[in-house]
Nanobody, 124 residues
Framework: QVQLVESGGGLVQAGGSLRLSCAAS????????MGWFRQAPGKEREFVAN????????IYADSVKGRFTISRDNAKNTVYLQMNSLKPEDTAVYYC?????????????????WGQGTQVTVSS
C-alpha cells in the first residue's frame, strides 16, 4: 500500500511558477513509476508527466513540454513537478499517482495509487 500526499498548489499569475511535491509512504519507492495528472472543471483527467522509478526517463504531455519538469528524490520518497511559464489553461486540480511498475504510463488506469489532489489556479 502506498499513500500519496501532494502539496505546493496555490494561486499564481500567468507567467509565474509553482513547485508541486508529492510525498509517498511505504518502502521501495524506487520500484514505482510516478505520474502527474490534472483535471480542470468540466473536463476529464489528463496526463501531465511521468517518471520512471530510477528517475532516468521522463515523458511529458505536449501542452506542458518545455515548461514543466518532473523529478524525484528516492531517498526522500518524493516526486516533484516544477511548473514554469504558467498559463490560465493550466488551472486544474493536480494529482500525483504511483504505478506498480518502474515504467511510466500515459494512462490513469495504469496507476493504482492516487493522492488527494492540490489546486493550481493561474490568473490572467
Amino acid at each position: 500500500q502506498v499513500q500519496l500526499v501532494e502539496s505546493g498548489g496555490g494561486l499564481v499569475q500567468a507567467g509565474g511558477s509553482l513547485r508541486l511535491s508529492c510525498a509517498a509512504s511505504g518502502r521501495t519507492f524506487s520500484n514505482y513509476a510516478m505520474g502527474w495528472f490534472r483535471q480542470a472543471p468540466g473536463k476529464e483527467r489528463e496526463f501531465v508527466a511521468n517518471i520512471r522509478g530510477n528517475g532516468f526517463s521522463t515523458i511529458y504531455a505536449d501542452s506542458v513540454k518545455g515548461r514543466f519538469t518532473i523529478s524525484r528524490d528516492n531517498a526522500k520518497n518524493t516526486v516533484y513537478l516544477q511548473m514554469n511559464s504558467l498559463k490560465p489553461e493550466d488551472t486544474a486540480v493536480y494529482y500525483c499517482a504511483a504505478r506498480t511498475s518502474y515504467i511510466g504510463s500515459y494512462y490513469s488506469r495504469d496507476y493504482a495509487y492516487w493522492g488527494q489532489g492540490t489546486q493550481v489556479t493561474v490568473s490572467s
